[in-house]
């Protein structure tokens, strides 16, 4: 991934708005940000959106920041203020057969990219949420903590969780007995007791420790003898993690 343009600079007290602008100054117009939702559920799809901003008051989306940060709400309020205002957004959805048969930091790597190069547009420049991502046609930047400090990745991060959000209330429509309307596919007391008592569904990640547990595929925690390594830290498994 690339760095700033040479001589370009972001102040700590720029604002959400501080890398583009910084960026523009430099000559680069379009910037693209991008960022998921989901890579740490263990049930349902990942979901990737991307999103570049209009120059000036056009591009200001009231309310704008982490999605993680806002209350559902104020987050559709905010997606309808992102697909109004944007030059160009998209999104894309990867199943949950997708993320089991490449594995999650693949599948979520894929995802960005895909969501890049679905843009009407296409980016000048990209600021990717905490790791540098290849491939996506353009230079571009790892922000940590994007998500709060970029506009157009906090943007991202608002069309994936609540695109990711409305998909898992369907999927709770079909399976109520999991709660997938509350815990959005992340691992809850509820979820914990709804997979112990039903096992898992169809739309749960099989390549999850906790899933195949449910499953009768791993035994469970705390059982493997002396010596072993856990099940969750075998190659090509995942762990369970409360996130976004």
Not at 6 to 12: I, S
Not at 126 to 150: N, S
């Amino acid at each position: 991934m690339s760095l700033l343009p040479r001589g370009a600079t972001v102040r700590r007290d720029a604002g959400l708005y501080g890398y583009e602008r910084a960026l523009r100054r430099h000559g680069i117009e379009t910037v693209a940000g991008v960022d998921e939702a989901g890579r740490g559920a263990c049930a349902g799809p990942l979901v990737a959106g991307a999103c570049i901003l209009p120059a000036g008051r056009a591009g200001i989306v009231p309310g704008l920041a982490d999605s993680k940060l806002l209350t559902e709400r104020a987050r559709e309020r905010c997606y309808d203020q992102v697909v109004r205002r944007a030059l160009a957004w998209s999104v894309v959805v990867v199943s949950q057969e997708e993320c089991d048969r490449l594995g999650m930091h693949v599948a979520n790597i894929e995802a960005l990219r895909r969501a890049v190069a679905l843009l009407d547009v296409a980016p000048d420049y990209v600021l990717t949420d905490g790791f540098p991502v290849d491939g996506l046609g353009a230079p571009g930047l790892a922000v940590w903590k994007g998500d709060r400090v970029a506009a157009c990745i906090s943007a991202a991060s608002v069309l994936a969780k609540v695109t990711r959000d409305r998909i898992m209330t369907e999927l709770h429509e079909q399976w109520p007995a999991y709660d997938f309307a509350t815990h959005k596919g992340y691992i809850t007391e509820t979820h914990t007791a709804a997979l112990r008592e039903h096992g898992p569904s169809p739309v749960h990640r099989m390549r999850f420790v906790n899933v195949r547990r449910a499953a009768g595929l791993e035994p469970p925690a705390g059982s493997e003898p002396l010596g072993q390594p856990e099940a969750g830290l075998h190659p090509g498994r995942e762990q369970h993690r409360v996130g976004r």
